[in-house]
């Protein structure tokens, strides 16, 4: 614009008092004003988005900028309300039609007379990508507020099982001594005492399975510490022992020798753990097997669920390889328990600066390899400051 038309912008000019149009987040493609069905003034914007110049859109009456001259929006009227949103189809100079949504105020000068009108123009097809990723946005946040309302279910059945479990223990401790007291009678039958032994080891695996369960149940502590790896994955095993069972998978432990001592946060790698063999259970067929081996591989440990014959459960954890296994990857699960199962996971081991790989050579053969590292000192410290 020149200075002269610059000049016709003057600074006693203001929007009459009405409301200005709703709905509207982006900043617009272009302004201008107009008077007596031209326009008297105009930004760059507006000129780019027509393909005319400054100057040669100045000479161009209202009905010359739409594509169909008779479906044409009719010229805004300082006299009448100010008019929001009107969609309508600009021919471009070039030919080119721009679908674009506009909205008119009629200005006032001091006189309070309106004289000319306000133009703000948008482009259609802006506002449509903002309205879906808004819509995106929407669903992703209601996906978010569900999964936090399931946590705060678990968390709570959680609380519940630690409380019942301890009360559970004191009373098994009494009839545990009990029995070893019994059974330290020199003329017991052997038949009575293959049964008191019998008696004492389900109640020491009742007493390990009730200490298991408090240790899940614990508040997560952020200490970073030195754990044996094996006796980690024994614990959620023992968890997920009826679990299994109740599934008819079997599982086949396949360690590296001796202990597997790493460095990390033992709790939320045993919540990693726990959602991932729980998931890989879930996979399998019924009568299926599972498949659990342990290794070294450079300075980080290997954990390798294994499973065959898991057809679709399979590739549907196997899509967690494509996209990082990140929340979004987890999405071809179809159980939503499942899904927040996952993506837990995932970021823990991400946290921790390790990673997940899935392998699927076909329907029949499955493996998921998580790697972290021995000591991550000196790797990732995201997970000092994540709550999982």
């Known amino acids: 614009m020149s200075e002269e038309q610059l000049e016709g912008v003057g600074h006693e000019k203001r929007p009459a008092e009405s409301p200005l149009p709703h709905g509207v987040w982006v900043a617009p493609a272009g302004c201008g004003m107009l008077r007596g069905g031209r326009f008297c003034a105009l930004d760059q914007g507006l000129a780019t988005l027509t393909g005319y110049t400054a100057s040669e859109l100045l000479e161009l009456p209202w009905k010359a900028l739409w594509a169909d001259v008779k479906s044409a929006p009719a010229e805004p009227n300082p006299e009448s309300l100010p008019c929001e949103a009107v969609a309508a189809r600009l021919r471009r100079k070039d030919g080119l039609v721009v679908e674009i949504v506009f909205s008119a105020v009629p200005l006032v000068g001091d006189g309070a007379q309106a004289a000319e009108v306000a133009l703000t123009v948008f482009d259609a097809a802006v506002l449509n990508r903002m309205e879906r990723q808004r819509t995106g946005l929407a669903a992703e946040l209601d996906r978010t507020r569900q999964q936090l309302i399931r946590a705060a279910r678990l968390s709570a059945i959680g609380s519940l099982v630690a409380a019942v479990a301890h009360q559970l223990n004191n009373p098994l401790c009494g009839v545990l001594g ?114 659990i081996q342990t290794g070294r591989e450079g300075d980080r440990v290997r954990i390798v669920l294994g499973w ?23 999405s071809g699960v179809a159980d939503q328990e499942a899904q927040m199962g996952l993506s837990v996971a995932c970021g823990i081991v991400k946290a921790h600066g390790g990673e997940i790989r899935v392998a699927s050579t076909s329907v029949r053969e499955t493996t998921m390899t998580v790697l972290l590292p021995i000591d991550d000192r000196e790797g990732n410290r995201e997970w000092n400051t994540q709550q999982f």
């Open 178 to 291: 009990l029995i070893e007291r019994l059974a330290r009678k020199p003329d017991l039958p052997t038949a009575e005492s293959g049964l008191l032994a019998l008696a004492v080891e389900q109640c020491k695996r009742m007493k390990q399975l009730i200490r298991e369960l408090q240790r899940s149940a614990a508040p997560v502590s952020e200490a970073r510490g030195v754990f044996d790896l094996h006796q980690t994955l024994d614990g959620v095993l023992q968890l997920l022992n009826k679990h299994l069972n109740m599934a008819k998978v079997r599982v086949r432990k396949e360690y590296g020798p001796g202990p597997m001592a790493m460095t990390g946060v033992e709790p939320q790698i045993r919540q990693a753990l726990l959602s991932l063999i729980k998931t890989s259970g879930e996979a399998l067929p019924e009568s299926g097997e599972l498949r």
């Open 308 to 330: 065959a014959d898991c057809g679709l459960g399979g590739q549907a954890l196997a899509q967690l390889a494509g996209a990082g296994c990140c929340a979004d990857s987890a």
